[in-house]
């Protein structure tokens, strides 16, 4: 496990928060007397946001830089194994251009986008952290099994892409962290579609208290890392 850092005061944010996942994080981080303010930002509110809609971003980015409180914890829990009304594909025979496109948008392009928006607004001093919710599925050096090439593929750019924007990051903010987490397999709506046999099942409350325990763990060196829920690096 990774050693803790200092724990400083302001504000968390949630993207995603109507997910099963992101629920259980507002609901842990609201608990944690360090954040001064904790919002939320989905579809269906409580602050509104759409990772199709780029202005929707900027728009969140504002709110969030309204509150005047340094911006310490970010975590984008969005994301999708398949867009409504596709298949997770078990050959290259249900390759299908359009539900490949959607699984771009949903899990890399809209991350990225969110990553522009907010990366700026990390303060200088003091540690912050950014994380998305990846998937060890989208590691190329884990692949063993194979099939659903959309979500695998898309979750290994969003992992391409923290790796970018984490070597950016570093040059103009050194203290700020920027990685993708592994969230372990959990119990929500997103795997609900599919057979969880042999694989260690735990609820979003279990998975989110282990997601923040390396968040807090983290420091500056783990920066542009892929990391699982227990603190463990994911080989890319
Ligand atoms: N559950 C697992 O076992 C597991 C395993 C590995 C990785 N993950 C990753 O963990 C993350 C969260 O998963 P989860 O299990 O909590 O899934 P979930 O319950 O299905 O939540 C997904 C979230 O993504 C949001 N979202 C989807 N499309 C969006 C869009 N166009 N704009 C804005 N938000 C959008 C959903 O918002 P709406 O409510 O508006 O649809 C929801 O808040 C995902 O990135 C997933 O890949 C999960």
Redesign the pocket.
């Known amino acids: 496990m990774p050693t803790k850092t200092p724990d400083l005061p302001g504000i968390a944010v949630v993207f ?7 629920s259980a994080l507002v609901a842990a981080l609201s608990q944690n007397p360090r954040y001064v303010e904790v919002l939320g930002f ?3 509110g409580p602050h509104t ?4 809609d780029e202005a929707s971003m900027a728009a969140s980015a504002a709110r969030i830089a309204q509150s005047g409180q340094p911006l310490r914890t970010v975590i984008d ?5 398949t867009a409504e009304g596709c298949i997770a594909e078990k050959s290259w025979r249900q390759l299908d251009p359009e539900t490949m496109a959607r699984a771009f948008q ?1 899990n890399a392009i ?1 991350p990225a986008l969110l990553m522009k928006h907010i990366l700026p607004l990390l303060p200088r001093e003091g540690k912050s952290v950014f994380a998305t ?1 990846s ?1 060890r599925v989208g590691s190329i050096g884990d692949n063993q099994l194979g099939g659903w090439y959309s979500y695998r593929a898309s979750k290994a750019a969003l992992n391409q892409i923290v790796r970018t924007a984490a070597v950016e990051l570093r040059r103009n903010n050194p203290a700020a962290i920027c990685v993708a987490l ?2 372990g ?2 119990d ?4 609900q579609r599919f057979a969880k046999t042999g694989l260690e099942v735990q609820t979003p409350q279990v998975s989110a208290e282990k997601l923040l325990a390396v968040i807090d763990g983290l420091d500056a060196s783990r920066t542009g890392t892929f990391i699982d829920q227990h603190g463990y690096t994911i080989e890319w």
């Open positions: 995603g928060a109507s997910g099963g996942i992101g989905s579809r269906s946001f759409d990772l199709t829990a969005t994301g999708a194994l949903i809209g919710l998937a592994h969230p397999t959990v929500t709506s997103f795997t």
